[in-house]
């Protein structure tokens, strides 16, 4: 069963601290993404990896093949930050699985 | 650069009808997929096409239908509406398919079905 298992579930942090949110899946995706939904819905794509990490601004994602999974990082954390993090495998052809997202608030 | 567009944002329907929900792609690209999102099961993937085909199908019943245009825009049906109908859809698009490509989502569709 292609599953995605994220935690934590909610996460509550102070300005300026680093931020972990972690993602786990199952075998066999060819891609994990990070988006981000803001209040109101919108959906944003953060990242789309398949291998190693990438960097945008303060926002580093990592994959890990071998241990299937993957984290987020947010450096320097800022208020407008807060928003629900959520990772999803591509299994292909059984389209994008989800994980349950992470909400995150960041207090000044 | 536009955006993914989709209309309405907001509509209200009762049991038993149908509503068909609208996306436009951004501009050159050709595969537009759809995702349902409600409290109690998050977000789930419906389908996707491509080049005006259905290539893949996530685990909903045949109530929920889709098409694309030659245009690359694309409807979602839902016909005999039910209560746990009501959510936000989302449609995505992306330059080819969203298995390699990231995917830009539009900013939903809110249905309530009384």
């Known amino acids: 069963k292609n599953e995605v298992e994220q935690s934590p579930q909610n996460l509550t942090a102070q300005e300026g601290e680093f931020i972990t949110i972690n993602c786990s899946y199952s075998v066999g995706i060819s891609a994990l993404h990070w988006l981000q939904q803001h209040p109101g819905g919108g959906i944003v794509s953060l990242f789309m990896l398949s291998s190693g990490k990438k960097k945008h601004g303060r926002l580093i994602a990592t994959i890990n093949i071998q241990e299937k999974h993957s984290s987020l990082h947010i450096t320097a954390s800022h208020p407008r930050d807060s928003a629900v993090y959520i990772c999803?495998?591509?299994?292909?052809?059984?389209?994008?699985?989800f994980g349950k997202g992470t909400h995150l608030i960041i207090q000044p | 650069k536009a955006g993914v567009t989709q209309t309405p944002r907001y509509l209200i329907k009762t049991r038993g009808q149908q509503v068909t929900l609208s996306c436009s792609p951004i501009s050159g690209h050709r595969s537009v997929s759809w995702y349902q999102q409600t409290p109690g099961q998050g977000l789930q993937f419906l389908f996707e096409y491509f080049s005006e085909t259905q290539r893949n199908k996530g685990n909903f019943p045949g109530r929920f239908s889709g098409r694309q245009f030659s245009n690359s825009r694309s409807e979602m049906n839902v016909s005999t509406l039910e209560l746990g109908d009501s959510a936000l859809y989302l449609c995505?698009?992306?330059?080819?398919?969203?298995?390699?490509?990231?995917?830009?989502f539009g900013e939903g569709s809110w249905l309530t079905v009384v």
């Open positions: 995505a698009s992306s330059l080819g398919s969203y298995i390699g490509n990231t995917i830009y």
């Open positions: 999803a495998a591509n299994y292909g052809a059984d389209g994008l699985t």
